[in-house]
């Protein structure tokens, strides 16, 4: 097991290239089994998920090649439609198969992913909007069966936003005659650049980044090269992180409009953002003030996503504040750990009131999911003292390696085997 072990208290600067998403990936090399020949992806970074995403695709016979940070992707011989339980159990992306299994081979069978650290996340909406287009689905066994032989385009009206659900009809949809309408779509930049993606091999999907999305469906499609997006919600850690310990450092490679629900709150704590081109520069002179209220939203809103880590700056911040998490039940398991640092935070429900205190102090603390562990690390690199953070595999889920790229910062951090 390995521990992170953090020196607190000093001021960050420097540069950083931020790195590909992995919420962008994830999707885009499920989609690339739609195609049947070969998909080349540039700058792939190799976050667990995405690794598991890889074997998936070899376990359905795939040939995966790596040169550098690019992936090429011989789908011509893909053979099954069937998604191993051993990667099921895994990585919950694999529900992303569905969708393409379903464009390529007509049916798709996938194990029920079960709940994860952050609450019981279902996928009702992704068989609801399936089964809309007619596929026939059966749950037994903890699997999910779907036969889309007679699949039929039509219309989709997610009851609610669902990242997951729009991104699995998209792409169950590409090669279905006539035209498919999503409507109230998620609006997230991924499923843009997934858009952008399936559009490059051939595809007609519109729509992306608003609230509908229309598929006009294709006869067949082509092999690819895409590059994807840069990582969102991995730049505003490192803004926050910058706002928190004082400072000035520069994101390059960073999309200002992604975190625009960010930046607005940062602007409002005294803490300068500046953008040109694709970097943001964040400057922190003094102590930041309270946001009065923070409440997760589906994109354009404040994602659920840097929750954790905003809630951490809050701890430190001058006044009170309020985040209400509006996304995911059991997000605010960090706060205990928060605690034992000197927080002052109290749980009502889905809200958390925060009193702001000048100093944490280090503690040894334990990241119990990926953004809440990320959240630690940030309050880590504030408090007084040296702070160890346990089961850190868990923020390796989302940050390459959060130590490296903290250290290129100008942080204290290091990773050690718990044993030593
Ligand atoms: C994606 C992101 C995740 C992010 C989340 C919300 C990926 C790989 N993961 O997750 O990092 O935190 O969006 O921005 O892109 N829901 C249902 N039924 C469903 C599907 C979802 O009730 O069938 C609910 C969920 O429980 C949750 C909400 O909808 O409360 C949002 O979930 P969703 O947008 O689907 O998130 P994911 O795609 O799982």
């Known amino acids: 097991m390995e521990n992170l072990y953090i020196k607190g208290g000093r001021e960050l600067s420097g540069s950083l290239e931020v790195v590909t998403a992995k919420n962008a990936l994830l999707p885009i090399l499920a989609g690339c089994i739609i195609s049947n020949s070969n998909v080349i992806i540039h700058k792939v970074a190799r976050f667990s998920d995405v690794i598991y995403m890889t074997k998936i695709l070899e376990s359905l016979g795939c040939g995966i090649k790596w040169d550098g940070d690019t992936l090429v992707i011989d789908t011509s011989c893909a053979n099954s439609y069937v998604v191993k339980d051993e990667f099921t159990k895994k990585v919950r992306s694999s529900i992303f198969m569905l969708g393409p299994l379903i464009s390529r081979f007509g049916r798709a069978r996938v194990a029920y992913p079960g709940g994860c650290n952050i609450g019981n996340r279902p996928i009702d909406l992704h068989i609801k909007g399936l089964k809309a287009l007619n596929v026939k689905i059966e749950e037994r066994h903890g699997y999910i069966y779907c036969d889309g032989r007679n699949m039929k385009s039509g219309e989709v009206h997610l009851d609610f936003p669902s990242v997951g659900a729009t991104e699995n009809i998209m792409m169950a949809s590409v090669m279905l005659k006539g035209t498919t309408t999503i409507y109230n779509s998620a609006r997230e930049p991924e499923i843009v650049d997934l858009q952008d993606f399936l559009n490059s091999m051939g595809c007609k999907v519109s729509g992306a980044g608003t609230s509908t999305i229309v598929i006009n469906g294709v006869d067949s499609t082509l092999g690819s090269e895409y590059t994807p997006i840069k990582d969102r919600i991995v730049a505003g850690t490192y803004m926050i992180a910058c706002a928190m310990c004082g400072g ?111 100093k944490l102090y280090g503690a040894s603390v334990v990241a119990s999911d990926l953004r809440g562990g990320a959240g630690l690390v940030l309050a880590g690199l504030v408090a007084e003292g040296y702070t160890t953070i346990e089961d850190v595999y868990h923020i390796d889920r989302g940050y390459l390696s959060i130590e490296e790229d903290l250290c290129k910062l100008g942080a204290e951090i290091k990773r050690c085997n718990s044993e030593t």
Request: charged share 20%.
């Open 248 to 358: 000035d450092i520069c994101l390059n490679g960073a999309n200002k409009e992604h975190n625009q629900a960010l930046i607005t709150k940062l602007n409002q704590t005294g803490v300068r953002i500046k953008c040109r081109g694709d970097t943001i520069e964040v400057v922190s002179k003094t102590r930041p003030k309270s946001i009065s209220i923070i409440d997760t939203q589906p994109y354009p809103g404040f994602p659920t996503d840097l929750q954790n880590q905003i809630l951490a700056m809050q701890t430190i911040s001058r006044g009170t504040s309020l985040v209400v998490e509006n996304l995911f039940e059991s997000r605010f398991k960090i706060v205990n750990e928060l605690t034992r640092m000197g927080a002052s935070v109290t749980i009502k429900d889905r809200m958390a009131i925060i009193n702001g205190v000048s």
